[in-house]
């Protein structure tokens, strides 16, 4: 099915259709209504371009049959009226992952991590094969296909790998036999031909990287309506970003930000791929993930993130050496731990004193770092507190504007609030605070900066 269209551009910047464009350039030329990569002109054009589209469905999206046969329904009529070509990620069924670990966790506390890969693949497995099938009931010509079978490569550490490449001839080959082709997230194959999975959000990343190598728009359905710039559980007067740049959600994802996975956002970022988000079965509202515009920009602080839960990790009692900070930050990043903010400090007798967070969720990969980095650095003393979370403030509008920090630091001082370690980036600000403080610390930083 092929459509035709009649675009009439109003800018003075060059057209150019360029399937190998980096993305950084210009995003006002995105025609994201047509899943293409268009860049703006100041003539009109007649063209004629096949549709393709990459939509993603997150675990409370395919929680029960009758939400996967809602969404065959919904694909059915996207490939009548909108699109020719349509790959579907999706993730595992609801909760089937947590319920997947916890089995797991019957038969050791600490399970062989290359079995639990194998394990938990086939959470998506399982979805996209109900959804195959509810396709085909239905009169579409579908196939659903694993990692593996998707040609998704695979680098890394097991539970945590990332994407090294994938090979779209298989894809390709079957959307031109016009079938909808549905993908396994979260998961690939390494060198070794092991399954590997890509740690938690992964089936962004999966849907992400899909688009950016078939050239094609993103669609992340979920059960929220789109991205808020405070989470609407925490803070009911919340509202609904119509658009945020790549820049401030990957700071706001690795912040604590819930709805999108950091690397998937990175890929987006790279490659140029615009990502929608917005909520299953439903075209109204939503956000655009984009690069930054002017408009963008006219906001000091476009949202706020949060972690509930952190762990702290104060290793002390060590005389000041470079070696042995490197020793410690080489087995952290040994066991794939997810490291954000760091301090430390050295006193006049040069003993070295050196603070790190992790997520609450990576105890399991922190306690097996504290005992290696016990053995390497007999002396050191090491210390856990497991009673934090963390509240950022993001915005591109930061990077040019002072005063921030004072008014943070002052709206938390005021509510008598306590703030410990402190991180700061370009477009972000973030401290850790006693877990008890943090819906507080939301709704008075809220007020504080009009969100």
């Known amino acids: 099915m092929l459509r035709f269209l009649w675009l009439n551009i109003l800018s003075i910047h060059k057209f150019c259709f360029d399937y190998d464009y980096k993305p950084a350039e210009a995003h006002a030329g995105f025609f994201i209504k047509f899943g293409i990569k268009m860049f703006i002109c100041n003539t009109a054009i007649n063209m004629e371009v096949k549709m393709r589209v990459v939509l993603k469905y997150g675990g409370s999206s395919v929680a029960t049959a009758e939400k996967i046969k809602g969404i065959a329904d919904y694909i059915?009529?996207?490939?009548?009226?909108?699109?020719?070509?349509?790959?579907?990620?999706?993730?595992?069924?609801?909760?089937?992952?947590?319920?997947?670990i916890n089995k797991a966790k019957e038969f050791s506390e600490k399970p062989n991590q290359r079995e639990l890969d194998s394990l938990l693949s086939t959470g998506e497995?399982?979805?996209?094969?109900?959804?195959?099938?509810?396709?085909?009931?239905?009169?579409?010509?579908?196939?659903?296909l694993t990692g593996a079978q998707a040609k998704v490569e695979t680098t890394g550490i097991h539970t945590k790998s990332k994407i090294k490449n994938i090979g779209v001839e298989k894809i390709e080959k079957h959307l031109e036999a016009g079938k909808i082709v549905l993908i396994a997230g979260?998961?690939?194959?390494?060198?070794?031909?092991?399954?590997?999975?890509?740690?938690?959000?992964?089936?962004?990343?999966?849907?992400?990287?899909?688009?950016?190598?078939?050239?094609c728009e993103c669609r992340i359905y979920t059960d929220v309506d789109g991205i808020y710039n405070v989470d609407p559980r925490v803070y009911p007067d919340a509202k609904l970003l119509e658009y945020i740049s790549y820049e401030e959600m990957m700071e706001m994802s690795h912040l604590g930000a819930g709805v999108m996975e950091t690397?998937?956002?990175?890929?987006?970022?790279?490659?140029?791929?615009?990502?929608?988000?917005?909520?299953?079965?439903?075209?109204?509202?939503?956000?655009?993930?984009?690069?930054?515009?002017?408009?963008?920009?006219?906001?000091?602080?476009?949202?706020?993130?949060?972690?509930?839960?952190?762990?702290?990790?104060?290793?002390?009692?060590?005389?000041?050496?470079?070696?042995?900070?490197?020793?410690?930050?080489?087995?952290?990043?040994?066991?794939?731990?997810?490291?954000?903010?760091?301090?430390q400090n050295i006193n006049k007798r040069n003993m070295l004193g050196i603070s790190f967070s992790a997520p609450f969720n990576e105890k399991y990969l922190l306690d097996e770092a504290i005992e290696k980095i016990k053995k390497e650095i007999p002396e050191a003393e090491i210390d856990l507190i497991d009673n934090l979370g963390m509240i950022s403030v993001v915005g591109v509008g930061m990077a040019n504007n002072t005063g921030v920090a004072s008014k943070f630091f002052s709206i938390l001082s005021k509510e008598g609030i306590n703030f410990y370690q402190v991180t700061t980036s370009e477009i972000s600000m973030s401290c850790s605070i006693d877990r008890q403080c943090i819906n507080k610390a939301v709704e008075v930083t809220a007020k504080e900066f009009n969100l």
Do not use: P, W
């Open 125 to 144: 497995q399982q979805t996209i094969a109900f959804l195959a099938i509810a396709l085909n009931e239905k009169g579409q010509n579908a196939v659903s």
């Open 76 to 100: 059915i009529k996207l490939k009548k009226e909108k699109y020719d070509e349509i790959v579907v990620v999706a993730s595992a069924m609801g909760k089937t992952t947590d319920e997947l």
């Open 186 to 215: 979260f998961q690939g194959i390494n060198e070794e031909g092991d399954i590997t999975t890509l740690g938690r959000g992964g089936s962004d990343t999966s849907a992400v990287a899909l688009a950016a190598i078939l050239r």
């Open 263 to 343: 690397r998937a956002v990175e890929i987006g970022k790279k490659y140029g791929v615009i990502i929608y988000v917005g909520k299953s079965l439903c075209e109204d509202g939503g956000t655009y993930i984009m690069e930054k515009s002017y408009g963008l920009e006219d906001k000091l602080i476009t949202g706020i993130s949060i972690t509930k839960e952190i762990l702290v990790v104060t290793i002390s009692n060590l005389e000041y050496s470079s070696e042995k900070i490197a020793k410690i930050f080489t087995v952290t990043t040994e066991f794939g731990l997810n490291i954000n903010m760091i301090s």
